[in-house]
């Protein structure tokens, strides 16, 4: 009797092997390959937002004001500009927590809870640091 339980729990575990990850809630490690992917994608990420942020900082309310602006528009623009920048700087720093966590070998792992972050969720925010459920909850 128990033999045969055995023989067909191994067959159980084959057959989960053979499916290759069809289940997203169980996300496979990403291999080295993948995650220099995702690195070149932070990279070139993080050098535009460097750029942005430089070229968004040095366009002063001085420099950008026309004489046909009254104060209400130049501070209108300023927030704008300001709302811009400090969205940048978070997702720079974002990029940045990403580029610490791939030296950690802890890239692609929610901080949360530990759990894998799925590969589309990477491929959509390579500086994911949360899976979707902690993701949710942290808004
Ligand atoms: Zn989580």
Redesign the pocket.
């Known amino acids: 009797m128990e033999a045969a339980a055995d023989s067909a729990m191994v067959l159980e575990l084959d057959a989960s092997a053979g499916r290759n990850g069809a289940e997203s809630s169980k996300e496979t490690p990403l291999a080295r390959a993948e995650i220099e992917a995702f690195q070149r994608q932070l990279e070139h990420l993080r050098s535009w937002l460097r750029e942005s942020i430089a070229k968004l900082e040095a366009d002063s309310p001085a420099t950008s004001r026309s004489i046909l602006m009254d104060d209400a528009d130049a501070e209108w623009q300023s927030n704008i500009r300001q709302r811009a920048l400090a969205e940048k700087r978070l997702l720079l720093n974002e990029v940045n927590l990403a580029f610490e966590r791939i030296r950690q070998n802890t890239y692609g792992r929610?901080?949360?809870?530990?759990?894998r972050?799925p590969r589309t969720l990477l491929e959509e925010m390579p500086w994911a640091r949360?899976?979707?459920?902690?993701?949710m909850?942290h808004g």
């Open positions: 929610c901080v949360n809870d530990n759990a972050i949360f899976c979707e459920s902690c993701a909850r």
